[in-house]
């Protein structure tokens, strides 16, 4: 099913998350967090259980660390550079992740939110099976999915391969919401790419809510869920049935 949504994008989202009692959201991208500050817009003046989880992808860790010392490492919960995990060992953010979602201690504004730093080389992310009611990724998609040929992105994971996940861990009638930015999806390829992102979500049989490339409209809604609505020119919104 593919429709064009007569409303905003902030607007699609309250219609949906008023069905529940319980949202449980999970961004993947950068430090800004757009979705978090979402969802606290959201909170006000409802009474609602919001459970937020941040994979902060960063493209070199060392700077992440550098700016972790620099900011007293806020992202991570005040953590003390003696218990940083150590990044040279195999699948080392799963086993810190699993630490840090386990702990759960930290409360931002009424949202229990856990962040944490991944690397993007590996599957399963470490979560359950159907554990979200929304999941995230906006900006930074070709950073962790391989969309070129395997000998120049050899560790990671295919678009199908980020499909299946994608869709091992929404729960049922969950939404899925995507965008790229121009230096990925350039004239020549971005529409080679938006039908690849369309055809694997609609292979694990989820419904297409919404495609838009350069929509106007719909891009002033952006502002709500990603840091540079301005550079977005692809964008799916995708629901699990």
Known sequence: MVFLLKKTLNDYFTQERNKLDHI???????????????L????????????????????DLSTYWENADRDGLELMGKDKPEYRPDTTKPFWYR???KEKLIKQE????????????????????????N???EIHNHMITDKIVRTTPEEFQPIRPTIDEYANEINRILKPNGIFFFTNQGHFFNTYNYHKHHREFTEAFKKQGFDIAFISLLDKEVKRGLYHF???PVHVNMILLAQKK
């Open 24 to 38: 449980v959201a999970l961004e993947i991208g950068p430090e800004h967090a757009p979705i978090l500050r979402n």
């Open 131 to 133: 554990y979200f009611t």
């Open 226 to 228: 990603t840091h540079n």
């Open 95 to 97: 086993d810190f992740a």
């Open 40 to 59: 606290k817009e959201y909170l006000k003046g409802r009474q609602i259980e919001i459970t937020y989880r941040g994979m902060s992808y960063y493209f």
């Open 106 to 129: 930290t409360n931002n504004d009424g949202i229990q939110s856990v962040f944490f730093p991944w690397d993007a080389k590996d599957l399963p992310y470490p979560f359950e099976d």
